[in-house]
């Protein structure tokens, strides 16, 4: 047997028999691993939350894919919603919060000394449970963050186009100068979608975005995520285990343990999670028995 000294130089591999073929699997691999590394938008790293001296979500590590849409499910008060407003720094508005661990966009820890939290919001959208645009016309609605942000290209072609992604253009096309508050509530939430993407973010974060329309309104909006994904990644918190199932890719189950802090129990693409979850608590909770 062909023995080398410990001491002696390595060896290029082989280029007969399965070197060739060694090569290139570890070559598959690495692209795999860099492939799935450029995908991650926003990874928790042991994140927990606190609101003074109570921890409401505790050592959460997750990660966030580009260009899905990812479900976040699970009993009330388990910190969902808590969750979301620390991705784009809503929550430091709170007196008291505070973060351990560290969350990154795109590999920049957004709870750096050096980040600007309404640089982070301008890079992650947010819509909220109830429809809030602003006493404004729909025009200025949309307008109002690009202009805020000091936006020089032709505003009436980026308010159409917003509105034009946000599903929204044909109905209000001749109503731009009417009050965006006269509009039906499902015209609402897609109005304060476009005024959103309007200023061209990252990643939007939508919180309970349907809990306050009624059902055909809501199916408008899941086939609106459906369609922003193509350029958008999009987290939803939802309370609607058929909403998850139908409109997300991965699904995060969180729940919440003796001491009432929310922590993550599995992560699964969302057929894994409502056809085959690994976690019991998964199961009991998709399947209604809690929650």
Known sequence: MDVESPGAPMREPSTSGVGPAIR?????????????????????????????????????????????????????????STLIRTVNRMNDLVPGYHTEGRLLLDGQDLYGKDV?????????????????????????????????????GDMDELVERSLRRAALWDDVKDKLKQSGMALSGGQQQRLCI?????????????????????PRSTLQIEELMAELKREYTIVIVTHNMQQAARASDTTVFMTMGDDRAGYVVEQAPTVEIFTNPRNQLTEDYVSGRFG
Do not use: H
Request: net charge positive.
């Open 194 to 214: 476009a005024r959103t993407i309007a200023v061209e973010p990252e990643v939007i974060l939508m919180d309970e975005p349907c809990s306050a329309l009624d």
């Open 24 to 80: 290139i699997a570890a070559a598959g691999e690495r692209q795999a691993a860099e492939r799935t590394e450029r995908e991650t938008v926003i990874e928790l790293q042991d994140l927990s939350c606190y609101y003074g001296s109570f921890r409401a979500v505790r050592n959460v590590s997750l990660q966030i894919k580009k260009q899905q849409i990812t479900a976040l499910i699970g009993p009330s008060g388990c910190g969902k």
């Open 116 to 152: 600007d939290p309404v640089a982070v919001r301008r890079r992650v959208g947010m819509v909220f449970q109830k429809p809030n645009p602003f006493p404004k016309t729909v025009w200025e609605n949309v307008a109002f963050g690009a202009k805020i942000n000091g936006y020089k």
